[in-house]
């Protein structure tokens, strides 16, 4: 996804210094190309703009503070900028939150006087990995990837392997054994399979079952969620198709229920994208983002030049979905590229 999306407190906090840096630069007087390139950075992403409006209404309002100080410079003594600490007068401890807030991003321009705003916070440039998920092996060789905040139990006897989804989804890739078949419990249902992969998520009221390989069973539990007989079977699913039951309600007088329906490929990857190990980059060059990329995958990413390598790049992104991170270059950054066997060269388009 391209950048705009979610963003780490890090990443605001460090955008919100640059906006401060501009503007206590734009204060000493701006040359026609720095007016040129703060419009620039301003105006290339809406956090960038909304930065600067909060940060210039913030100090907006402490315009009434002059009242108080009347003789005081329009500009900051740089000494009050020391490191060394200094008394709190009662003028200071009356100062509203909104001040305080201020005053913070002032001492961040102080920090960084000397350097451009864009070199401002270094730190605001970063690749971020965030692993895939946790990933259980069972003692028949059955593999279960869980999702954030999914939980399981396992419980496996001579005639049959079972495992309890208590919460959240989970991807199960079931090791084939037709004498010993496989069964997840998830409230009042069942997904039956012997060798196959499946992903199961289980809500409040409601479970979804998304078949990958293979083909599986979707059964009604009778009694306790936890039988182990008694079931009756809902429907039987193959790959590339979906089921979501609904639990019965008798408050709106809703039957218990499954409705099955197809599923694309992109359907498929879109819903078990958590599933992989995915980078963020925050504002970062497209040189650096090529290295990252290059450290998780066969197929290699190459810039042209340093033009191209200077390209700033924002989102979330598969680390093994090189494909789909090229296609994004060349939709939304106005980059080519060119393959050389394994190797795909990105060129800015010119």
Known sequence: ?????????????????????????????????????????????????????RLEKAWGSLDALRDFRPLAHAHPDPDLLASRRKPHTPLQRSLSAAALVVVA???????????????ALPSARQAILHPGPERLVLDDGSIIELNAGAKTEVSFTPAERRVFLLGGEALFTVAKNPEWPFIVNAGDVAVRAIGTAFSVARGDSDVSLLVTEGIVGLEQLRGKADATSGVAEFAQLHAGQRAVYMAADKASGRQAGVEVSEVTPAE?????????????????????????????????LVVADRDT??????????????????????????????????????????
């Open 268 to 300: 498929v990857e879109q819903a078990l994208a958590w599933q992989r190990m995915r980078l963020e980059f925050v504002e970062l060059p497209l040189a650096n983002v090529v290295a990252e990329f290059n450290r998780y995958n066969r197929q290699r």
């Open 1 to 53: 996804m391209a950048t705009g999306g979610h963003q780490r407190p890090g990443a605001s906090e460090a955008i919100e210094a640059i906006a401060a840096a501009w503007l206590a630069r734009r204060d000493r007087g701006f040359t026609a190309d720095d007016n040129a390139e703060f419009a620039l950075w301003r105006f290339s992403a809406p956090r960038h703009a909304a930065a600067v409006d």
């Open 309 to 350: 390598g200077a390209v700033l790049i924002g989102g979330n992104f598969r680390t093994d979905n090189v494909e789909g991170f090229v296609r994004l270059l060349e939709s939304g950054f106005s980059i080519t590229s060119s393959r050389r066997g394994d190797v795909i060269v990105l060129r800015k388009a010119r």
């Open 105 to 119: 991003a002032s001492l961040a321009v102080a920090v960084w006087v000397g350097r451009t705003p864009t070199e």
